[in-house]
């Protein structure tokens, strides 16, 4: 299958600093791209989808000024997390669509804010 | 809205032998596509195996099989000849037509008996 990779893959910040996770499809181009959050002994939930030279469209309950998403290539989405704060300590994973639609998961970020 | 349920928190199974996780899932579409993710202690998600709903034969790979039961909204997993590396978290997710998000169930939790 192919591959997405995540950076950082685990990050430890101070409660009120914003914290930027990169999300890379490295050998297909997605047009498409989920981010999912994943508390401790949760399932996945979506936060958001981001196509391609557009906005995110955000799930409910998600503040998209909060966790601002940027799609503006297609092996690359960016998910900022701004003034995080301790709840917002989390496991973020990415996954990418492409032409083929399978989509394809990340390794996922571990975020600690302290 | 669409759900997914898994009725099953934790499963345990000797090792070779063969166990079955259950999922559930509520939609009123016809064009949908129906998953089963693995989820090691590493946190990568790792496809298992994919069930188009127009399709009437189950998918099988390897070792892994479902039964698609669709008028009755199942879609159990057998894993045959279980092995110590199958141990994990496991999800059952459904994704509305060839496109688009996934929905996930909550997660069976897989151990392996040596």
């Known amino acids: 299958g192919a591959v997405v990779s995540q950076h950082p893959s685990w990050v430890i910040c101070k409660s009120g600093t914003s914290v930027k996770i990169e999300c890379r499809s490295l050998d297909f181009q997605a047009t498409t791209m989920f981010w999912y959050r994943q508390f401790p002994k949760q399932s996945l939930m979506l936060m958001a989808t981001?196509?391609?030279?557009?906005?995110?469209?955000?799930e409910q309950g998600v503040e998209k000024d909060k966790f601002l998403i940027n799609h503006a290539s297609l092996t690359l989405s960016t998910l900022t997390v701004t003034s995080a704060h301790p709840e917002d300590s989390s496991f973020y994973i990415c996954?990418?669509?492409?032409?083929?639609?399978?989509?394809?998961f990340g390794p996922g970020t571990r975020l600690t804010v302290l | 809205a669409q759900t997914v349920t898994q009725s099953q928190p934790e499963m345990s199974v000797q090792e070779a032998e063969t166990v079955t996780l259950s999922c559930t899932y509520d939609t009123s579409e016809s064009d949908y596509y129906l998953f089963w993710y693995k989820q090691p202690p590493s946190r990568q998600m790792i496809l298992v195996i994919r069930q188009e709903a127009y399709k009437q034969q189950n998918a099988t790979e390897n070792r892994f099989s479902v039964n698609f039961q669709k008028a009755a909204k199942s879609f159990s997993l057998k894993i045959s000849d279980s092995q110590l590396g199958d141990a994990a978290m496991y999800f059952c997710?459904?994704?509305?037509?060839?496109?688009?998000?996934?929905?996930f169930g909550k997660g069976t939790k897989l151990s392996v008996k040596p």
């Open positions: 996954s990418g669509s492409g032409a083929y639609n399978e989509q394809f």
């Open positions: 981001s196509n391609e030279g557009s906005k995110a469209t955000y």
């Open positions: 997710a459904y994704r509305r037509g060839s496109q688009g998000n996934l929905i």
